[in-house]
Structures are given as C-alpha cells and as structure tokens.
C-alpha cells in the first residue's frame, strides 16, 4: 500500500537546492521567512559539477552583503579586463578603464559549497538526495509538493508560495499548464570540450580566441589549475582525446605571429558541455516560480548562466519579502516581466557573444570574414568595447 506522506509546513517551498534555491532559502532565512530546500542529488555530486567562474559584481554584493563573503573575496580574483583574440592577435578589453568595472573569477562550485556551508551554520532547511515526484495545486493558496528521500520515506510540503529552482531539466516548469506558455529557443550546432588542469596560468587575463579552426576560451581557476575550453562536435567523446592532443587543438587555436604559446600540464577533468538558448513564459503560474536554470539557459560563453540565476534571486526574494511583510503581491505578480527584462538582455549578450566567437564546421567564408568585421568594428571603437564591457561585467539593475 502507498505510505500516507509525512507533512511539513512551511512559507516558501524550493525544489532544487544549487546556487538559485540555497541563496533564496538563506536571504528568506536572514528575513526571518521560513523555507524548506529540496535537492535531487548529493551534495558531493553538485559540489564537483564543474561550471562557469565569472561573477558579476552584483553577484559578488549579494554574497558580501548576506553573509557569504568569507572565500569569494579572500579566494576570488578580481578581473579587470579579457583578451579578444582573433587572426592570431590579442586586443584587450580594460573594463576598469570603459566602465569602471570589474569582475570576479571564483568557481560556481565553490558558490555552492559555500551557500552549503551557510545554510548548515544557520540551521536552514535542506534536504539532499530527495527526488520530488508530484507538485500539486499551484494554483490555490495552499501549493504542495511531495517527495522521497534517500531511505524511501515519502513527504509532502504545504506552502504558501513554491520555487522552481531545478535547473535546466526542471521538473518543476512541467508543472505549467501548455495553454498559459511559450518556450522561446534556439540550438547551436557546437558544444565545448572542457578541461581543468595542473599548469601555471598562460596570460594574466582570460582569452577568447576565434579562430578558424573554432573557439577557444582560456580561463583560469587558480595559480595552479586552469580552466579551458574548445568548441567542439557536441557529439565528441572525452575518451578519444590525449592530453596532447587536447593540447594540439587548444594550441592551434590561440596562436599567432606574437609566437603566444599555452601553458600546459596534466588534465584531471574533461567533459562536454551542451549548448542552449531557452527561455520560458511566463516564469510563474499561480503560486508556482520559476528561478535560475529552470526558467532559463544560456550558452556559456560570456558567463550569464549563475548571474542571471542570482538576478532572479535578487528580484524574487524582495516580492517575497514584501508580500511578507505588508501582504501586498503587487511585486510577486510583477516577478516574471521584471525578471525577463534582464534575461533577454543576457540571452542577446550570450547569444551574440557565441555567434562572433565560433565557427560552425562548414561555415560560409563570408559569414567567418563577416565574424572577423564583427570582432574588429567592436575591438577597435571604444564605443564598441564599451558595449561589450558593460554587458559583460552586468548591467546596472533596471
Ligand atoms: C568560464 C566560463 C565561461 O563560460 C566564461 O565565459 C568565462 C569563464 C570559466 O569556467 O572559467
């Protein structure tokens, strides 16, 4: 016979406890807000998803000011600038300089296990390892969902309000009627090889190389441990590529006539990495949001992916506190629209940034040329550089 489900109570319901749901569950908690985060995996397994490093200096405030700063500021590395790389020459960007910016080089990783480590000091509410499997009646005023745990033992949360902060294969956005949606997305016919790998850092700044062969971004972790990736066939496998070879291909990529040459070391982690523009509308039916990845991906180049998931964040914690603190939903009814603003500006930086940067196996020799124009009208105007700094290090909130 089915177990009859254990109840839990609750204000705020969040399925998905990566970045997104454990930076909202500890604002809600630091606003006196109860919560309840529920994560499908371990939290080894996401501590060791290796993803994108760059924060926007919004991002890093909104660590500092809740409490989070210990390792993102003593750990971090404040970035000034990144290099354009294309016909085998360099041309920097000083964001200092063009918008009196910066950002922060700190692992997506590292976020988490320090959210983690915040919510267990705080005595926060999150249980690991739970794959929910229902999410019922978003569209009263008493939402539920229910779960199981890793021992079996089924649960169902009544909330007044639940988050979708599931990530990119989100249950939880399944949840909306088809009738109330639209799905906006593109695919792309690349993905990216990454690595992480013991060598000493090759430039002082990341690199975004075009190249003819494709992409290539050198990124960097530590003084140690280097971040790169390659465009690659999204069907490669990792098995097939040596160190050397891997080497080979990152090489050709970034060279030139300055004689620029990679560091190199041995390679601990490779993966494939997917690539995707999708974005859903609305972000909310009833009493069901969406926050993070769930709602919306980006391919990575240009980093929006974690930035835009806190943005969403930032946004959906001050309607939930006002709604809390004076009963009023203007603000959570305003949620989707205002959240779209930001992402569709990512979604057009990210989506640009990919398209100027790549070669697409059998690309039309006037839409490469055409890539270079790109690159050089941007490169060589300050106006140009401006734009993309801007974007870059994040917009200003709207
Ligand atoms: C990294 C990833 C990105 O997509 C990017 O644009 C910059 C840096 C990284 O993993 O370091």
């Known amino acids: 016979m089915a177990q009859e489900p254990r109840i839990l109570r609750t204000k705020v319901g ?45 991002a890093v405030r909104m660590l500092a000011d809740s409490g989070i700063e210990g390792r993102v500021l003593s750990h971090g590395d404040e970035h000034s600038g990144i290099d354009l790389r294309f016909n085998g020459e360099s041309h920097p960007l000083d964001f200092r300089e063009l918008v009196d910016a910066t950002v922060t080089l700190y692992a997506q990783n590292e976020i988490f296990v320090d959210l983690a480590a915040a919510r267990a000091r705080d005595g926060g509410d999150v249980r690991y390892s739970c794959e929910v499997t229902e999410i019922l009646d978003v569209e009263s005023n008493n939402p539920k969902f229910r ?17 979708g902060a599931d990530g990119s294969r989100s249950f939880a956005r399944r949840q909306m009627p088809q009738s109330t949606r639209q799905d906006f997305k593109v695919s792309y016919p690349f993905a990216w090889f990454g690595i992480l790998t013991e060598a000493p850092k090759s430039a002082p700044e990341l690199i975004y190389a075009n190249s003819p062969h494709g992409f290539a971004l050198i990124s960097q972790r530590s003084d140690s441990v280097q971040r790169m990736y390659f465009q690659c066939d999204p069907n490669e496998n990792v098995e097939d590529w ?3 070879r891997i080497f080979d291909e990152l090489q050709r990529r970034v060279a030139g006539p300055d004689g620029f040459e990679l560091k190199t070391g041995p390679i601990f982690d490779k993966t494939v990495l997917g690539f995707r523009s999708f974005v859903r509308e609305p972000l909310s039916h009833g009493r069901l949001f969406l926050i993070g990845d769930a709602g919306h991906t980006v391919p990575p180049t240009g980093a929006k992916g974690l930035n835009l998931a806190f943005a969403d964040v ?9 709604y809390y603190s004076t009963g009023d939903d203007t603000l959570l009814g305003g949620y989707s629209q205002q959240a779209l603003k930001r992402i569709w500006k990512a979604q057009n930086f990210s989506y640009w940034m990919t398209s100027m940067l790549h070669t697409p196996v059998g690309t039309d020799p006037f839409m490469m040329r055409r ?11 300050t106006y140009g550089q401006q734009y993309l700094a801007e974007a870059y290090t994040g917009w200003p909130n709207s």
């Not at 919560?35 to 760059?54: M, Q």
């Not at 890539?371 to 105007?381: F, M, Q, R």
Request: aromatic share 4%.
């Open 147 to 163: 779960f199981t745990d890793a021992n079996g033992a089924v649960y169902e949360v009544h909330a007044d309000i639940l988050v």
């Open 14 to 58: 969040i399925i998905g406890g990566g970045p997104a749901g454990l930076m909202l569950s500890h604002l809600l908690s630091g606003a006196g807000i109860e919560n309840i985060v529920v994560e499908k995996n371990d939290h080894e397994t996401i501590r060791n998803t290796h993803r994108a490093g760059i924060l926007e200096a919004q």
């Open 371 to 381: 890539a270079l124009g790109e690159l050089d009208s941007v490169t060589s105007s």
């Open 242 to 244: 040596s160190d050397d």
């Open 314 to 322: 930032k946004v959906l914690f001050e309607a939930l506190d006002s």
